[in-house]
């Protein structure tokens, strides 16, 4: 497959198709290339063109992707990703050893270069590179990157460095791009979606193709129509494919103000919503595909409400998510493969839990004057009175999402040793956007985070409007030992 042939794949980003085979033929004499923007879905593109430039280069190049999401200090990532090299290259067994500098770095991939005996031009994607710290300190790990490159003949002739950054639009900030354009580094830009181009992917693009012919379906064999822009791949005949654009648009216009141009959530929600709203159809037979108007009617629950929450973003826990965790609780287990952002939205969460919300400006409040933890605890012992139980330290009491949040906002890299680059006291910038949602999903299925509306009309719950509740569903034990990874001291919040 040529790049015409890709492009034909991946509707709407030909400019930057464009520009990454551009950098891309380059081979060595690319040193660093960052790629940015926020939900564009740059990495699932780079991820399907490198994977293509491997498939026509096989003998020439190797992939390696690291995610650097799970990493929690500058030492850390420096050895994962020698760790990682040494295990493309064919080594599971080697230890790349200690590593806490770039100097440091550049030697030892120095000596696995030399040892491992490497000829073949390794691209190297840090996904996620975003999750490493504020933007500040992003830039001194590039710049640090970009002298090894620069130091070492033997390191930028068998290594291209690719860096996405998930969480930044570079455009919006001039100073930003400015600093990147003094050492001359390359850059991408994948902009946002429109919504008329998320409407052309979902509807008309090898995706929706995707969508109708292995998920949604209309029938077992369906009528072939060609349409020129899609390169013959939605097999509809005209009824059904007006039904779908109708029914996609609907999902659009219902979502775009909360998923943004994040195709991934679009295609999550059309996968939960269309078995219901189209049961009288398929099912059923009652209705057929010129009552789109009267199914939506019959179904407007399904784009707003609750159901959005419960089916969409998320997912009920199943029993086999229940029995794994009740066993890693029973035990006591430190190893639960979580990111260092959804533990921290568990210590949130059972702070949220156990502490009554009159308390949460004493205690999460960054004034000066509220600096100590024992003058937070004199606080809450004198405004509690004498003698008083705290049922919270007993049961979980359900506390709203945005109070949570708010929790979340004061604690996150607020601990007594470093966490990558933020230091003590230090607190790295967070976004609460679809990423968020997704991790906070996760916690749900895995049953550690629980539901608990105090509403009676379920029908009516929306996740914006404050009705909707949560609880911790774990134990002190747990939540320590996730505190003591995260060197996060959860016990200095709580009442003794």
């Given at each position: 497959m040529d790049l015409e042939e890709f492009k034909l794949t991946i509707p709407c980003r030909d400019s930057?198709?464009?520009?990454?085979?551009?950098?891309?033929?380059?081979?060595?004499?690319?040193?660093?290339?960052?790629?940015?923007?926020?939900n564009s879905g740059k990495q699932f593109i780079l991820n399907n063109y490198f994977n293509l430039l491997k498939e026509s280069k096989d003998e020439q190049v190797n992939i390696v992707n690291f995610d650097c999401s799970a990493v929690i200090s500058l030492r850390s990532f420096y050895e994962k990703t020698l760790q990682k090299i040494v295990e493309v290259n064919g080594n599971n067994d080697e230890q790349a050893g200690f590593c806490d500098s770039s100097n440091k770095f550049m030697i030892k991939l120095e000596n696995i270069i030399q040892t491992h005996n490497i000829t073949k031009l390794h691209y190297l994607i840090f996904e996620d590179f975003g999750s490493l710290g504020d933007f500040t300190d992003l830039l001194q790990l590039i710049f640090g990157l970009n002298k090894v490159m620069e130091t070492s003949s033997i390191i930028k002739d068998k290594f291209v460095l690719v860096i996405l950054l998930n969480n930044y639009n570079l455009y919006y900030t001039s100073d930003n791009l400015g600093e990147l354009n003094n050492y001359s580094l390359p850059t991408i830009f994948f902009q946002n979606y429109t919504q008329n181009e998320v409407f052309h992917i979902l509807t008309d693009s090898i995706t929706s193709s995707y969508l109708i012919h292995h998920h949604c379906k209309f029938e077992e064999k369906t009528t072939v129509t060609t349409n020129k822009n899609s390169d013959n791949c939605n097999r509809l005949n005209p009824e059904q494919q007006q039904f779908w654009e109708d029914f996609v648009k609907l999902v659009i216009d219902s979502f775009h103000s909360f998923t943004g141009s994040n195709v991934t959530v679009l295609v999550e929600l059309i996968l939960k919503i269309?078995?219901?709203?189209?049961?009288?159809?398929?099912?059923?037979?009652?209705?057929?595909?010129?009552?789109?108007?009267?199914?939506?009617?019959?179904?407007?629950?399904?784009?707003?409400?609750?159901?959005?929450?419960?089916?969409?973003?998320?997912?009920?826990?199943?029993?086999?998510?229940?029995?794994?965790?009740?066993?890693?609780?029973?035990?006591?287990?430190?190893?639960?493969?979580?990111?260092?952002?959804?533990?921290?939205?568990l210590c949130a969460a059972y702070l949220a839990s156990f502490i009554a919300p009159k308390y949460d400006f004493v205690i999460f409040s960054r004034l000066k004057e509220l600096s100590s933890r024992k003058k937070y605890h004199q606080k809450i012992a004198s405004s509690k009175g004498q003698g008083a139980i705290n049922t919270r330290l007993l049961n979980p009491a359900a506390f709203e999402l945005e109070r949570m949040l708010a929790i979340l906002s004061s604690i996150y890299g607020n601990t007594e040793e470093e966490i990558l680059f933020s230091k003590p006291g230090k607190h790295p910038k967070i976004s609460f956007n679809v990423?968020?949602?997704?991790?906070?999903?996760?916690?749900?299925?895995?049953?550690?985070?629980?539901?608990?509306?105090?509403?009676?009309?379920?029908?009516?719950?929306?996740?914006?409007?404050?009705?909707?509740?949560?609880?911790?569903?774990?134990?002190?034990?747990?939540?320590?030992?996730?505190a003591k990874d995260l060197n996060f001291k959860i016990e200095e919040y709580l009442m003794d």
């Amino acid at each position: 497959m040529d790049l015409e042939e890709f492009k034909l794949t991946i509707p709407c980003r030909d400019s930057q198709l464009d520009l990454l085979d551009s950098y891309a033929s380059l081979g060595n004499l690319l040193r660093i290339l960052i790629v940015h923007g926020i939900n564009s879905g740059k990495q699932f593109i780079l991820n399907n063109y490198f994977n293509l430039l491997k498939e026509s280069k096989d003998e020439q190049v190797n992939i390696v992707n690291f995610d650097c999401s799970a990493v929690i200090s500058l030492r850390s990532f420096y050895e994962k990703t020698l760790q990682k090299i040494v295990e493309v290259n064919g080594n599971n067994d080697e230890q790349a050893g200690f590593c806490d500098s770039s100097n440091k770095f550049m030697i030892k991939l120095e000596n696995i270069i030399q040892t491992h005996n490497i000829t073949k031009l390794h691209y190297l994607i840090f996904e996620d590179f975003g999750s490493l710290g504020d933007f500040t300190d992003l830039l001194q790990l590039i710049f640090g990157l970009n002298k090894v490159m620069e130091t070492s003949s033997i390191i930028k002739d068998k290594f291209v460095l690719v860096i996405l950054l998930n969480n930044y639009n570079l455009y919006y900030t001039s100073d930003n791009l400015g600093e990147l354009n003094n050492y001359s580094l390359p850059t991408i830009f994948f902009q946002n979606y429109t919504q008329n181009e998320v409407f052309h992917i979902l509807t008309d693009s090898i995706t929706s193709s995707y969508l109708i012919h292995h998920h949604c379906k209309f029938e077992e064999k369906t009528t072939v129509t060609t349409n020129k822009n899609s390169d013959n791949c939605n097999r509809l005949n005209p009824e059904q494919q007006q039904f779908w654009e109708d029914f996609v648009k609907l999902v659009i216009d219902s979502f775009h103000s909360f998923t943004g141009s994040n195709v991934t959530v679009l295609v999550e929600l059309i996968l939960k919503i269309w078995p219901t709203f189209t049961k009288k159809i398929f099912v059923d037979k009652t209705y057929n595909f010129n009552d789109l108007l009267r199914l939506y009617k019959e179904n407007q629950s399904l784009f707003k409400g609750e159901s959005v929450v419960n089916d969409s973003f998320i997912d009920e826990p199943t029993e086999t998510n229940r029995k794994v965790m009740k066993s890693i609780m029973r035990h006591n287990k430190s190893v639960i493969d979580l990111p260092v952002y959804s533990k921290f939205v568990l210590c949130a969460a059972y702070l949220a839990s156990f502490i009554a919300p009159k308390y949460d400006f004493v205690i999460f409040s960054r004034l000066k004057e509220l600096s100590s933890r024992k003058k937070y605890h004199q606080k809450i012992a004198s405004s509690k009175g004498q003698g008083a139980i705290n049922t919270r330290l007993l049961n979980p009491a359900a506390f709203e999402l945005e109070r949570m949040l708010a929790i979340l906002s004061s604690i996150y890299g607020n601990t007594e040793e470093e966490i990558l680059f933020s230091k003590p006291g230090k607190h790295p910038k967070i976004s609460f956007n679809v990423e968020f949602y997704s991790q906070f999903s996760n916690l749900v299925s895995l049953n550690l985070i629980t539901k608990a509306s105090a509403a009676t009309n379920t029908a009516n719950l929306d996740l914006l409007n404050g009705k909707l509740k949560f609880k911790a569903n774990f134990n002190y034990d747990f939540i320590e030992q996730i505190a003591k990874d995260l060197n996060f001291k959860i016990e200095e919040y709580l009442m003794d």
